[in-house]
Nanobody
Framework: VQLQASGGGLVQAGDPLRLSCAASGQTLSYYPMGWFRQAPGKEREFVAAISWSGSYDLYADSVKGRFTVSRDNAKNTGSLQMNSLKPEDTAVYYC???????????????????WGQGTLVTVSS
């Protein structure tokens, strides 16, 4: 399976941005999806995750209330709606998927097996 994140760009603080994740080679319908980000000089960190059915989601404290993760299994895509962006949200954002079906969405990077190339989000102050 290949994942491709898109939708990144340069925005101003307070602006919204929507990232998309397209999957090819395999359906993502039965797999939890996650979003992680890596800021310059920092380790990759968890941002959000959604269960395979979309029935629940998880968020890092730093984005809770501003970001919303969603998925459209019929279209084989996932999305991350980011509102009220801050300069500290600047990072490369990656979408990812767990290897096994019907497993739980988690916040742990090691639980996710498939990774896209990432899309850069830059938030200016």
């Amino acid at each position: 399976v290949q994942l491709q994140a898109s939708g990144g760009g340069l925005v101003q603080a307070g602006d919204p941005l929507r990232l998309s994740c397209a999957a090819s080679g395999q359906t993502l319908s039965y797999y939890p999806m996650g979003w992680f980000r890596q800021a310059p000089g920092k380790e990759r960190e968890f941002v959000a995750a959604i269960s395979w059915s979309g029935s629940y989601d998880l968020y890092a404290d730093s984005v809770k209330g501003r970001f919303t993760v969603s998925r459209d299994n019929a279209k084989n895509t996932g999305s991350l709606q980011m509102n009220s962006l801050k300069p500290e949200d600047t990072a490369v954002y990656y979408c990812t998927m767990r290897r096994a079906t019907y497993t739980s969405a988690t916040t742990r990077e090691e639980d996710y097996a498939y990774w896209g190339q990432g899309t850069l989000v830059t938030v200016s102050s």
